[in-house]
T-cell receptor, first 109, second 115 residues
Framework: QKEVEQNSGPLSVPEGAIASLNCTYS??????FFWYRQYSGKSPELIMS????GDKEDGRFTAQLNKASQYVSLLIRDSQPSDSATYLC?????????FGRGTSLIVHP | DTGVSQDPRHKITKRGQNVTFRCDPI?????LYWYRQTLGQGPEFLTY????????KSRLLSDRFSAERPKGSFSTLEIQRTEQGDSAMYLC?????????????FGPGTRLTVL
């Protein structure tokens, strides 16, 4: 049973702060890792994908992958109220992604 | 807009009725996925296609569910004899082939309510 674990939150941060979202996974052969943002009532929106160990930056977002520790994280710098949403981690090793339950992020002014 | 479209966006039906949903993926993507999502949960895998071939189907999927992707283009998901427990958001996702540019994009979803 492939598992992806996320803290359901909510994670509350002040505007302008760094939000750190974490995800652990059980399947060691996983090769592709995705972070999605999902607003209430909407479908998931792809933010970042990462495939190799280390950091990948895109604007205010940085994804970090550590395959040895089976850990992937997402940092959001200069958090804005519009970043308030649920963030889903997805992990894939066989073209069938497994999703976590998501972490709810609240950015308060 | 991700380029993945789904129809209808909302469906209300009575228990026992059949429903069919359609998904049109990004044209150059040959992998197409169906997921189901309920409140507070992540998307749950249902089935996926590579071109017209259905390569995998979740063991959790009852035989009331069937999916097709004729000609490797659009896909349909049919639920027969709907039950109240089928109420959920049904998501379609389209995925590129290349590992080095591996991306999966979701459509807007079809929200099903079974009365």
């Amino acid at each position: 049973q492939k598992e992806v674990e996320q803290n359901s939150g909510p994670l509350s941060v002040p505007e302008g702060a760094i939000a750190s979202l974490n995800c652990t996974y059980s399947d060691r052969v996983s090769q592709s890792f995705f972070w999605y943002r999902q607003y209430s009532g909407k479908s998931p929106e792809l933010i970042m994908s990462i495939y190799s160990n280390g950091d990948k930056e895109d604007g205010r977002f940085t994804a970090q992958l550590n395959k040895a520790s089976q850990y992937v994280s997402l940092l959001i710098r200069d958090s804005q109220p519009s970043d308030s949403a649920t963030y889903l981690c997805a992990v894939d090793g066989s073209y069938i992604p497994t999703f976590g339950r998501g972490t709810s992020l609240i950015v308060h002014p | 807009d991700t380029g993945v479209s789904q129809d209808p966006r909302h469906k209300i039906t009575k228990r026992g009725q059949n429903v069919t949903f359609r998904c049109d993926p990004i044209s150059e993507h040959n992998r197409l996925y169906w997921y189901r999502q309920t409140l507070g949960q992540g998307p749950e895998f249902l089935t996926y296609f590579q071109n017209e071939a259905q390569l995998e189907k979740s063991r959790l999927l009852s035989d009331r569910f069937s999916a097709e992707r004729p000609k490797g283009s659009f896909s349909t998901l049919e639920i027969q004899r709907t039950e109240q427990g089928d109420s959920a958001m049904y998501l379609c996702a389209s995925r590129s082939e290349e590992r080095t540019a591996d991306t999966q994009y979701f459509g807007p979803g079809t929200r099903l309510t079974v009365l």
